[in-house]
């Protein structure tokens, strides 16, 4: 059974750093594009970042862009999110998310489509930002 589980979540002061862990069991990440996802109270949940399964294309939402970095160790089957400078708004709950298998190297397409392609989800870690 394919499962994801997100850790590392937690309260911030605003201008901190997190970094999260998105943990695969049940199968391998090498041949899957993780998207990490986040939903605020009172919001529609919306995309944050892309990794392509070799790590060497990435998405980022405008709103994450410069201070979010996605990064992969297929060896340890985990993908992570490092977060810095983080402020108030990041506050929400984080999702990742497997799309795949595949062999796509670049993943613009998979993030100009969404959630679409995403089958896979874990639970979520919540980030608090907060002083």
């Known amino acids: 059974q394919m499962q994801l589980v997100e850790s590392g979540g937690g309260l911030v002061q605003p201008g901190g750093s997190l970094m999260l862990s998105c943990a695969a069991s049940?199968?391998?990440?090498?041949?899957?594009?993780i998207g990490w996802f986040r939903q605020a109270p009172g919001k529609e949940r919306e995309g944050v970042s892309c990794?392509?399964?070799?790590?060497?294309?990435?998405r980022y939402a405008d709103s994450v862009k410069g201070r979010f970095t996605s990064s992969r160790d297929n060896a340890k089957n985990t993908v992570y999110l490092q977060m810095n400078s983080v402020k108030p708004e990041d506050t929400a709950l984080y999702y990742c998310?497997?799309?795949?298998?595949?062999?796509?190297?670049?993943?613009?397409?998979?993030?100009?489509?969404?959630?679409?392609?995403?089958?896979?989800w874990g639970q979520g870690t919540q980030v608090t930002v907060s002083s």
């Open positions: 998310a497997a799309a795949g298998p595949t062999d796509i190297t670049t993943v613009q397409d998979v993030w100009l489509l969404g959630e679409l392609l995403y089958h896979t």
């Open positions: 049940g199968f391998t990440l090498d041949y899957y594009v």
């Open positions: 990794i392509s399964t070799s790590g060497d294309s990435t």
